[in-house]
């Protein structure tokens, strides 16, 4: 598994990335210059997990000083984004800055941006000479009559637009953007949210079209809805697990398609799956590492990520893959077992057949477990445990650290089989699959 360096290291761009490297969002990008119906700026919340939401807007120099020591915590960090909370390239001065501060002391981190696109065009100058390798846009349509739907308002150089009108400029600045990144070499995602009875049945063409243009890859990922928002105040819901599933199947059949994202905060900091923003309590002890320190243990998690690839290497057609089994798994990170099921806000989903595994995506939930005696039972159909026991009803096993008596049976009786394993997911998935009877023992 040969992977080009802008690639190697990016949690959210390599699936196996996430496993081993840290990212961090600068949260220095307060403005947005377009207003979708799912937003609500006005709203926000330190306890939610969402793009968006921050505890507090910092300055470039604060966001530098926290690189430096987040750096110095998890030498496993290859990646510092501005996503927001607004759009970075509607606060370019702040967004810059920043980038500028972080490529002088740390030409060895990677540098990322993630932007609605309506001003991309005007600054592809300034991203490649800053060195900025990876650029993720959010591209929501390609039709202006469906993009009519889904925002309010474009404010471009001093002219606000609505309807058909915002929506063609949105999306042909979008477009021209995405082309002009990918020409220069700069590797591009496109985010799209996939919004039931707007743009579900669209978002194929969309990935049809961000191909030709040389995008990498397409996140699609479900709806979540802003209280307050245009979008939640007129009754709109997130897709369901079924509609997730058919969408990003059908997309996938043309580019590949990202299943790991988590839709983070806009000052997220750590693996994905184990966000250390609201809890810097969990950080590692600092440490001074120096550029050369950082490089050999990154090139360590690469050594063992190629192997791992090797190991792993067989081509299995979809007809295959269609008879895998499906098992979900509660981790923290680091690819490995250590979450309990109570205490899980979100499951892997993989995959596996008798050599090798894939993610099928992540499933968020409610924790279970609130840590008092009064946990549901799960009988109630609103409880977290029912809407647990639905996210997961396509899976036929589950991996966890733990999990209690009355949750183990409730999943065994929804067609669940719970089993209490630590270790490395690859392998345990495989084990188990064999274990259980799926396969024979190799």
Known sequence: MDMEPALARHPCYNEEAHHHFAR????????????????????????????????KIITPQEAFDKVSQIAGSLPNLSVVGIAGPGDPLANPEATFDTFRLIAKAYPDIHLCLST????????????????????????????????????????????????KEAAALLMKRQLEG????????????????IIPGVNDSHLSEVTREVKKLGAFSHNIMPLILSPGSRFQKDGFRA???EEITKVQHESSRIMPVMRHCRQCRADAVGLLGSDL?????????????????????????????????????????EDEWSNAVRIAVATRGSN????????????????VL???????????????????????????????????LEMLKDC??????????????RLRQAGIIPLIKKGNIDEQLLENARYMGYFKKA
């Open 24 to 55: 961090m969002h600068a949260a220095v990008a307060p403005r947005c210059n377009i207003q979708c119906h799912y937003c609500n700026p006005k709203f926000d919340c330190v306890n939610e997990s969402r793009p968006g939401v921050v505890s």
């Open 116 to 163: 609605n696109g309506l001003m991309l065009p005007d600054y592809i100058d300034e991203i490649c000479e800053l060195g900025i390798r990876h650029v993720t846009v959010t591209l929501n349509a390609i039709d202006a009559n469906i993009g009519s739907q889904i925002y309010a308002f474009v404010r471009y150089n001093g002219t606000l637009y609505k309807g």
């Open 178 to 193: 995405i082309k002009g990144l990918t020409e220069r070499g700069v590797l591009c995602k496109v985010n799209s949210v």
């Open 239 to 241: 897709p369901t697990l």
């Open 277 to 317: 923003s609201q809890n810097p309590e969990m950080l590692p002890p600092q440490k001074e590492y120096s550029a050369e320190q950082r490089e050999k243990l990154q090139q360590d998690i690469l050594s063992r990520m190629k192997q791992a690839g090797a190991d792993a290497a067989a081509e299995w057609s």
């Open 336 to 351: 490995v077992i250590n979450q309990h099921f109570g205490h899980a806000k979100e499951f892997l989903v993989y995959d």
């Open 354 to 388: 008798e050599s090798d595994i894939r993610l099928v995506g992540v499933r968020k939930v409610q924790a279970y477990c609130n840590g008092t005696a009064d946990c549901s039972s799960g009988e109630e159909p609103s409880s977290p445990l029912a809407e647990t």
């Open 396 to 409: 036929k096993m589950l991996l966890c650290s733990g999990i209690g008596k009355g949750p183990s049976e």
